[in-house]
């Protein structure tokens, strides 16, 4: 039974599993996003997010705290500069977690976990112009009626009345 383990124990002692975290943050920091087990990168994300929520302060004790978890000089330099201006406005939730399958060698589930704010993909901006400030924004969608509302149906523009022709099996067309 796990009475009172609050920690997944990822089958490693105590040092083992502060020497995986403190390796995998320091690569996760260097790299912004990382692939691993689904395990792995859950306790990651609990182990990396209280170390981004002391970043968004550069003080010394900040620093010592933060390198008294990752022993790496660089990645503290990168986690108080470079990511720490990113996240500066983020109340929390600095990781994302994707599931990404199976590994073919022992099928074990596989993730890639990675900070959010360095993802321009599934940021909100669509292009550099900024054709997504001036664009109309898309009606709502609910999960009724194919994904539309009544209004959004109304104002959808008819087809339009091209005749269509059809083809039997053999390529002719049939009138």
Known sequence: MRHGRKVNQLSRTKAHR???????ADSLIKHKRIVTTVAKAKA???FIEPLLTRAKTDSTH???VVFSYLQNKES???????????????????????????RPGDSAEIAMIELVDFNETYKGTANKKGAAATAKPA???TRRAGGATKA???AAPKADSTPQVETDGEGKTEE
Do not use: C, H, Q
């Open 152 to 154: 959004a149906k109304k």
């Open 44 to 46: 990651l994300r609990g």
């Open 18 to 24: 502060d020497a995986l975290m403190g390796n995998m």
């Open 139 to 141: 009606a709502k969608r």
């Open 62 to 64: 900040n620093r010592r």
């Open 76 to 102: 503290i330099k990168e986690l108080f500069g470079v990511v720490s201006e990113k996240i500066a406005t983020r109340p929390g939730g600095y990781t994302r977690i994707i599931k990404m399958g199976f």
